[in-house]
């Protein structure tokens, strides 16, 4: 029969408040490994000549805290092959005891036992210290790996493992990104017991507190509203304004008919892009984020999808596209991740039926951009001019027959030439890796500055547009290009 690991907690307080059952195992037991010795029964089991083995010289041995758990497992599995042992580690066995789970995980490949003993978690007298009701929902997490997108503030969030000033520091720079600076928070040490300690202090003033031990918690207390940086308080909103009790307007609202806004508002966010106006860029990603929201609240009312299918979709197509980061697959550079994607691409666009290569080019896109996808997808099959000398041929040739078409009456004729003219531009751009709507785009803004300048010169001559000749116009618009405009 293999041996056993057998893990008790050592509970939250003194020794009054050890069950009996794990006072019995004690007792009756030759030799006792600690995860540590910094708990407050420890001294009044030493002084009934209970023998204990502690791990605390591990921790000065390593920088990270996996590290030391590791060891300490390591020790024990060793120790565990020899004869039967006890493992007493603080609190309840199974709550935030980071070394049981590694002894649970690990156990089989031994091919030893563990068994939970029990114990009393400090959960308990937390909530008594702190005078909080855990109804009301609450959630436990590890100081030392404490992650901004797990904490959810409309709930009483305790924080455990929170040592020294070093993982207080952390903790209160993760928890400044969703809470006040000057919200109000609780140290709680040793709760349930007579040494137990509660500071209310401000979450800025964390970390200068000198006092903290194995045994020191932190709580921090729900906020009365949503904090406006939680995902959930933004979907909370969207579901109220398309609600029974909503804004008209958005109740009314389609994916049809909202098309034109979400393709408003992407050209508003590139404008800020181009701009380089960080607190525009904000506002018109949100803006943009707002679109999202309100298709997937749409999809919701009619229960065909929500933002989770929409959030599961996309993350589950970066993971397959990224094998180099969520897979073993090996990449040298842009040029290969960008090889891996269109391979992967092709082979998801495979279980699709399509007609053409063409099919794969959104029918939604503007003309232009549409235009230079087509080509993309073209010379993918070899369809394409050698050298952009030999497009510019092309251009010169559709500007003699755009040219030979002005001169006549026929209207399509003239359309068609003209769209064959920007279309042999847009496949001469594409060749010259020059993106035909930045371009474009940056001469529409060139021409903006310089046109505001010819009207501000204007309304400060005093005389307006129609008494200027195009002579003079050109003469304010040569001198706006001096300007640098």
């Known amino acids: 029969m293999s041996n056993c690991i057998t893990i008790i907690g050592l509970g939250a307080g003194d020794l009054d408040q050890l069950p009996l059952g794990v006072y019995k195992l004690l007792k009756n037991a030759s030799t006792v490994f ?19 083995i502690s791990f605390d010289d591990i921790y000065e041995q390593y920088d990270r805290f996996e590290e030391v758990y590791e060891e300490i497992v390591n020790r024990l599995f060793i120790a565990a092959k020899q004869k039967d042992i006890i493992y007493a580690v603080p609190g309840h066995p199974l709550v935030a005891e980071r070394t049981v789970q590694l002894l649970l995980e690990e156990s089989g490949q031994h091919g030893l036992q563990v068994h939970i003993a029990g114990g009393q978690s400090f959960i308990d007298p937390l909530f008594t210290a702190v005078k909080a009701d855990p109804i009301e929902g609450f959630q436990l997490l590890d100081g030392t790996d404490l992650k901004r997108d797990d904490i959810q503030t409309n709930q009483h969030l305790i924080i455990g493992q929170v040592y020294d000033a070093f993982v207080a520091s952390n903790v209160k720079l993760t928890l ?31 970390d200068r507190q000198l006092e903290m031990n194995n045994l020191t918690s932190v709580y921090v207390p729900p906020m009365k509203k949503p ?28 994916h049809l008919t909202l098309k034109k806004y979400l393709i408003e508002e992407s050209y508003e966010l590139l404008e800020a892009i181009d701009e380089d106006d960080i607190d525009h860029i904000i506002e018109e990603l949100g803006d943009v984020l707002l679109q999202v929201m309100l298709h997937a609240q749409i999809g919701e009312d ?21 094998p180099h980061v969520f897979g073993d697959v090996d990449v040298n550079d842009v040029d290969d991740v960008i090889k891996n994607w269109s391979e992967i691409k092709e082979q998801e666009k495979g279980r699709e039926k399509k007609q053409s290569i063409l099919d794969e080019v959104a029918k939604g896109f503007p003309a232009i951009m549409k235009a230079y996808e087509y080509q993309k997808k073209a010379s993918k099959l070899g369809f394409d001019w050698n ?21 006549k009456n026929d209207r ?21 890796s020059i993106y035909p709507e930045e371009a474009l785009e940056m001469t529409n803004q060139k021409f903006r500055r310089r046109f505001r300048y010819m009207e501000e010169a204007v309304e400060n001559s005093e005389r307006p547009f129609s008494q200027y000749t195009l002579a003079e116009l050109d003469e304010l618009w040569d001198k706006a290009k001096k300007a640098g405009l």
């Not at 030999?390 to 040219?403: D, H, R, S």
């Not at 399509?412 to 010259?432: H, I, P, T």
């Open 412 to 432: 399509e004729k003239q359309l068609s030439e003209y769209g064959d003219l920007l279309f042999a531009m847009v496949n001469v751009g594409r060749l010259l």
């Open 176 to 206: 400044m990104e969703k809470y006040p600076d000057d919200y109000s928070i609780m140290i709680v040490t040793a709760a349930g017991t007579t040494e137990e300690r509660i500071e209310q202090v401000l979450l800025y003033e964390l």
């Open 34 to 52: 600690l995860r540590t010795k910094e708990h407050p029964v420890v001294k009044d089991l030493e002084a009934e000549g209970l023998n204990f």
């Open 302 to 322: 009619e229960g065909m999808f929500t933002i989770d299918d929409v959030i599961e979709r996309i993350s589950d197509k970066m993971i397959r596209r990224h």
């Open 227 to 254: 904090s406006l940086t939680e995902f959930s308080s933004l979907r909370s909103i969207i579901a109220d304004l398309r609600g029974p009790n909503g804004c008209p307007w958005d109740k009314e609202q389609t």
């Open 387 to 407: 050298q952009p000398d030999e497009a510019w041929k092309k251009v010169l040739e559709e500007m003699k027959e755009f040219q030979t078409e002005i001169t």
